[in-house]
């Protein structure tokens, strides 16, 4: 495998990575919400 085709690689894996990390964060803040919005109405 050559030096370019790991970089290649190398920058999917991050923006895989990357992407994964937001998707896990926006759900974490729709959870979040949806909790406080749970709570909000209980009262």
């Known amino acids: ?3 370019e ?3 290649l690689i ?3 894996q ?3 990575a ?3 990390a ?3 964060g ?4 729709l959870m979040f919400a949806i909790t406080i919005a749970k709570m909000a ?3």
């Open 1 to 3: 495998m050559t030096p």
């Open 5 to 7: 085709e790991q970089q």
């Open 10 to 12: 190398r920058k999917r």
């Open 14 to 16: 991050r923006d895989r």
């Open 18 to 20: 990357r992407l994964t």
């Open 22 to 24: 937001l998707l896990l």
């Open 26 to 29: 926006g759900f974490v803040v």
């Open 41 to 43: 109405v209980g009262r």
